[in-house]
């Protein structure tokens, strides 16, 4: 079994970034891991139920051809054509899921990022910057939900491309009412996701979507946004991360 299929099969797993840094900085071969998942105790930190849950894989190593099948690409933490930006996180996902062209997220990139509850006045602005950022040759990056991130998305297939960070699997479209734009997004751009097909959203997701949205961005920009917002996380990583905060 090969590294890449470990890594999809721990993904699979919902196994922790924090975890897999913890147990690549201990395991030199990672494959050791799935001859024998009980090392995984040995881990300094890791947490005990974490270990048991890696002892309970059933490694599968069919996992690529899953992925194959629904039409979904991935790069992993050792490849190449990692986005580079991630690895500023404090621990950088190990799998990154897309489907569309990875490739444009090596030019400059924005995020425009807010409310899904948004005023018609706050749509039309991020329409107009991601528009505006578009045409610049800027990759218009958010989150794919209702409101703010829905305009900022349209905006910039006006003039350019775009990238949606979504808080499932790539297999399962959320919200539903996005799936034409996330149709149209594949197209033109990239979709990118953490988590394993057949992953629905969950509600701490969305934490971790937004750091990868901060991350891969240059600027993040925030058109509206409430006091416990996804669009402040965002803000927040931005800040952690000393990205250029509008």
Not at 61 to 72: C, F, P, R
Not at 91 to 107: A, N, Q, S, T
Request: charged letters at 25%.
């Amino acid at each position: 079994m090969d590294v890449d299929t470990i890594l999809l099969n721990l993904a699979k797993y919902k196994i922790s970034w924090s975890a897999f840094h913890k147990i690549a900085k201990h395991v030199k071969d990672l494959t050791s891991l799935a001859e024998n998942p009980s090392i995984a105790e040995e881990i300094p930190g890791l947490h005990p139920k974490t270990a048991q849950k890696i002892s309970r894989i059933k490694w599968d190593e069919n996992a690529k051809n899953t992925l194959e099948s629904k039409g979904i690409n991935y790069t992993t933490i050792f490849s190449k054509d990692y986005p580079q930006r991630l690895l500023a996180l404090p621990h950088p996902p190990y799998v990154l899921f897309f489907i569309g062209d990875l490739k444009v997220l090596k030019g400059k990139t924005v995020s425009i990022v807010g409310s899904r509850k948004s005023t018609l006045k706050g749509r039309e602005i991020a329409f107009k910057i991601a528009k505006e950022k578009a045409s610049k040759g800027y990759v218009v990056i958010s989150g794919l939900a209702l409101g703010i991130d829905t305009h900022a998305h349209r905006g910039a297939l006006e003039t350019g491309t775009t990238c949606a960070v979504l808080g499932s699997s790539l297999d399962y479209v959320y919200p539903r009412e996005n799936e034409g734009l996330f149709r149209k997004i594949i197209r033109q751009g990239v979709v990118v996701s953490t988590y394993f097909p057949s992953t629905k959203p969950e509600k701490y997701h969305f934490p971790e979507r937004n750091s990868i949205i901060a991350a891969l961005s240059d600027e993040v920009i925030v058109v509206e946004a409430g006091e416990k917002s996804g669009a402040l996380i965002t803000a927040q990583w931005a800040i952690k991360l000393n990205k250029a905060l509008y």
